[in-house]
């Protein structure tokens, strides 16, 4: 009788403790979405390993609680590795130089310019992002189709345009016979370019991107007045097109590491993002419909969460801090361990304030040239303070064949313009 006594009060015990604190946590399935309706009961249980409240950041979660954000959990997926990326790396990476003052870094030719970061290194944060700046597995020359799509979280859907985004790496080639363009001078040309409604068509820029500390040569271009003017060397902040996105805010970061004052790796975590990222994400039979971008939530309030997959990836926590005069105070960007690709931002006004969230979605696939590269599916910039976001569909496309660096000038952007 004494050991049946002994076994009942432990199982009293343990009834008790699972009332206190919850229930047991299990491993939940894939396709299980993570919402604000179920958020507490799952955030103990697990996926792939992680436990769920792991897996969230603090404005993620937030999102799920406040602003209709629906994951579906998706087991992660190994991103392929371009093996010329690798030789490249091998190659060129011992000859790559920091320079700690400046943060500039010289000799880069091509590959990962610093495959090896200790924690204890104290400009770690920089090094990694000049891993991406360099070498974002994008492809030698990137193709891109998107829409911007203006959305207010309160009425949904008020504007949508068509642009075309063209960037010519001059270095890291990895499909040529030479890594490098030129004397090594310019880092990357880049159109960006309105293609609809009517009244927009024809705006674009031309941006040269100088291998060195200064800033971006940019010109801008108006199709009604015919004429390019160049802009100011801090174009890279400014919105693009009247949205809610900046020119630092592309790809999530588009800025030279060294312009920033200082990146400082706060930790590693394991995140859930969208790294498979749909290739049906839009539909052109059903234009001027909701259902023309199956991967933005146009349906219901907010209207700009995204409809995919989310799947876990290790990242680095980095906090990041502009320049003063640029818009944001601070960002903290979750910059994947594997590929250095930030998949988001949480960037804060000069009150110190949370402002925006910058997000990024996208896939492994091989470019025209046959090499692996990571494809932007999306990308989105939300103005929680003016409840309004700018969320983009990308139809990606990497090293199309023919396309020379001579297609990257000023008069060529005016004949697209056309």
Known sequence: MNKFHKVARQLVSLSLLVAATGAIAAEVPAGTVVDKSNIDAVKNDTFDGHTIASLLTDKVEWQIRNWNLKLTLDHAKPIPVEPRLVEATKAYSNQVKF???TKEVTGYVAGVPFPDIQASDPDAGFKIMWNFYYAPREGDVVYNDSFILGVNGSSGLETKQAWIYQRYYFKNRLLDKQPVVGDGSVAAKTFLLAQYPEDIKGIGTFTVRSDSAKFEDTWAYLKSARRARRLSGGAWMDPIGGSDILGDDNNVFNAR??????????????????????????????????????????????????VEKWQPREVYVIEATPPDEHPYSKRVMYVDVDTFRPWYSENYDKKGEFWK?????????????????????????IDFKARHASIVPIMGRSDPVGITEDHWSLSNLEQLAK
Not at 357 to 373: A, E, L, N, P, Y
């Open 357 to 381: 969230f910058t997000m990024s979605q996208m896939r492994s696939g091989v470019s025209d040239g046959g090499q692996k590269v990571l494809i932007y599916t999306g990308f989105g910039v």
């Open 99 to 101: 320079d700690s003052k």
């Open 257 to 306: 590491p060294s312009w920033y004052k200082n990146f400082k790796v706060v930790g590693k975590r394991w995140i859930l993002a969208v790294s498979d990222g749909r290739k049906d994400n839009r539909v052109a039979s059903k234009s001027g419909t909701v259902d023309e971008f199956p991967t933005v939530d146009l349906k219901n309030a907010p209207y700009w969460n995204p």
